[in-house]
């Protein structure tokens, strides 16, 4: 019986292991500002942002997602596997980020910083 009781353990704690929550990727967040005529910082707003990850099995860079900078210059992507990552600003600007692996229990998001475009 008390083998029977130490195996019904050993499978509750592994079952436990295994259902845990899983890491589901890292939210990013960066700004994208510009010059104005008056050489002022200003937001670059509702400019399109594609992500690119490089697919060292193909030689090439492989399309991700879309986002768009809100009012504020602010865009973001959601759930990314931890890589090195390019972004693309209206088709004319790149960029090179490293999403990294954060602990949700005191970051929401990765801060990426501020780009000028």
Do not use: E
Not at 4 to 33: D, E
Not at 57 to 83: E, I, K, M, R
């Amino acid at each position: 019986m008390k083998w029977f009781f130490i195996f019904c353990f050993f499978q509750f704690s592994c079952l436990t292991l295994l259902c845990q929550h899983q890491y589901p990727g890292t939210n990013v967040r960066g700004q994208l500002v510009t010059w104005n005529n008056w050489r002022q910082q200003v937001p670059l707003v509702s400019a399109k942002v594609d992500l690119y990850v490089f697919n060292p099995s193909v030689q090439q860079w492989q399309f991700v997602a879309t986002s768009y900078s809100d009012g504020f210059g602010y865009f973001g992507f959601n759930y990314l596997p931890v890589n090195n990552y390019a972004f693309q600003v209206n088709g004319i600007k790149n960029y090179n980020i490293q999403v990294i692996f954060i602990d949700y229990r005191f970051y929401s998001f990765q801060n990426l910083g501020t780009f000028f475009y």
